[in-house]
């Protein structure tokens, strides 16, 4: 997806550390998401848990915006046509809806519920998401993640996956990047990893193993969910700092409860991240947005949308600034 906002926030974002905290009764900081249109009166709202001031990044997670459930025949549904994607991968995970996928690399594939596409942007990538006219409720997440300098300018990718899902305690896992609860995703990353969608069932509590050197952000979609010991309301995300070991989930509500688990090693470099691009300086994004309005090859192109293309926003004024994680304590 791209963001669509006309003015889109600059945001350059440092690393975190493990400080060491022990494993039991972790705590908990509570991020509530912000509401940011992606276009006209009658287009998507979506609720954005990442980045934000409180938190930039959750592992190499640099951007989480949820939406839905979105009825089609009020909003119109997702056209995004093709835009540009530099030093980052795209995760897509619907809960509901269709979702058609070109990109610049030739893939056209369909994303559906419980179905993993990541895209790899690299160097550059460019890609088009439209729902489908079969689609009458769309509900999902969109995540990125941000790519190490060592693989910053790697080749376009594109990776599909279907992750079995596991029954453990009421609770139904489908892991679709790195491993929790004895299955690992065989979709490559560039970091250590964590994402799954954890389905509980009412009143069920479960405990996972988790790796203590991750930090975690656990999602609610729907239900009240106790996260070790702190109760999460939908659109809101926990996020746990490195060192718990375990991490306890109870579904507080009369009706089933739908999370998106993330985590990942603190991701140590400093990011500039702006529009659809992300970088390491405001030079970055201001050759990678050039070249973009310049219909540079290093994007390629999309078929079955002719010329049309998403213009990028103005540039801000100001050089990009830090924005720092706050520090582990």
Known sequence: MSNAEAEPEAVRCGATADDGRPENDPPVEVISAREV?????????VRRTLPQRARSLIGAWCFADHYGPDEVATTRGMRVPPHPHTGLQTVSWLFSGEIEHRDSLGSHTLVRPGEMNL?????????SEVSTPDTTVLHGVQLWVALPEEHRA?????????????????????????????????????????????????????????????????????GDVRLSGTTLRPAELGYVHPGARTLALANESDHPARTVLLGGAPFREEIVMWWNFVGRSHDDIARARAEWEASSDRFGAVEGFGDERIPAPALPNAVIRPRRNPPLH
């Open 37 to 45: 249109p992606l276009g006209g009166p009658r287009a998507m709202t």
């Open 119 to 127: 895209m790899t942007g690299g160097y550059g990538i460019a890609h």
């Open 154 to 222: 790697t080749a376009r990718d594109f990776q599909h996956h279907v992750p079995e899902p596991l029954r453990i305690d009421g609770a139904e896992i489908r892991v679709f990047l790195g491993s929790l609860a004895s299955v690992t995703s065989p979709v490559r990353t560039f970091t250590p990893l964590l994402g799954a969608e954890i389905l509980l069932a009412s009143g069920a509590t479960v405990t996972l193993p988790v790796d203590p050197g991750f930090e975690h952000g656990l999602l609610v979609d729907s």
